[in-house]
């Protein structure tokens, strides 16, 4: 009796005890991730999804259970699967994987090894510029660090069909950021926090774009030289990886208001 005892205790160890330290802090980042896009009015119920590749295993990514809304995601919560979609770890629950998440990020990160974190939204302003014909214009300082580094992706049905991923993959390239045609937006970067950033500034910059739009008045259109110099001076070679100064602080910002995501 005491044996089996021990080894229920050793079966019901946290999480973070029998994973390794790399992939526990992937699993905390993530996990903070999901709390800040439901914070910050980025969610859509169960619909969307952000990932995270496993550090030390480069054919894994962390990804949500469909059915989990993402203030309730805590770093115990979240599923690991390899890029043929095999489910290596899951939660006891009946919450499995989405195929449309494991689609696209499985894409993200067959095809692309300095990827290390996506976030894929479905936010209204995301949704309405996405279905523009000029898609997102250069009207603010804001959107000048994303337009001229934009991918554009068709929209071709539901991403459910695993052949899809090529498509995805090619449009996206060397790009961190691209539109969604019809759908929505989508961020990578070589961190959770850079991805998270990057949608946060995407996100905004379509806002901003939306508001003066609805205005029905003549748009102040920036000269061309203002914008190339603008773009310039936000080219990754230049300026800081965004996501540095920025993380600790929203990680702050998520203990003072509810610290159940580092579960």
Excluded at 109 to 124: C, E, L, N, P, V
Excluded at 133 to 139: F, H, Q, R, V
């Amino acid at each position: 009796m005491a044996s089996r005892t021990a080894s229920s205790v050793r079966r019901l160890a946290p999480l973070g005890a029998r994973v390794s330290e790399a992939e526990w802090q992937a699993r905390l980042d993530l996990a903070a991730a999901y709390r800040l896009c439901d914070l910050y009015g980025m969610s859509d119920m169960i619909y969307t999804h952000i990932s995270a590749r496993v550090p030390d295993a480069p054919d894994q990514f962390l990804l949500n259970p469909h059915g989990l809304l993402f203030d309730e995601v805590t770093a115990s919560s979240l599923l690991k699967v390899d890029l043929d979609g095999t489910v290596i770890y899951k939660p006891e629950g009946e919450y499995g994987l989405h195929q449309a998440g494991f689609v696209i990020h499985s894409a993200l990160y067959r095809a692309r090894s300095d990827i290390s974190g996506a976030m894929h939204t479905h936010t209204i302003a995301g949704m309405a510029v996405s279905a523009l014909k000029c898609g997102l214009l250069p009207l603010t300082q804001t959107a000048t660090r994303f337009c001229s580094r934009l991918a554009y992706h068709d929209f071709n049905g539901p991403e459910r069909d695993p052949g899809e991923r090529d498509a995805l993959a090619r449009d996206l390239g060397d790009k961190n950021y691209m539109i969604l045609r019809n759908h929505g937006l989508l961020t990578v970067g070589a961190t959770i926090a850079e991805a998270f950033t990057a949608m946060y500034g995407l996100e905004r910059s379509c806002q901003a774009q939306l508001a003066a739009m609805a205005c029905n008045t003549a748009l102040n259109q920036m000269a061309p030289e203002i914008v190339q110099k603008s773009i310039g001076m936000y080219d990754p070679k230049i300026i800081r990886r965004y996501g540095l100064l920025e993380w600790p602080g929203l990680l702050r910002k998520l203990d003072r208001k509810d610290a159940s995501w580092r579960d």
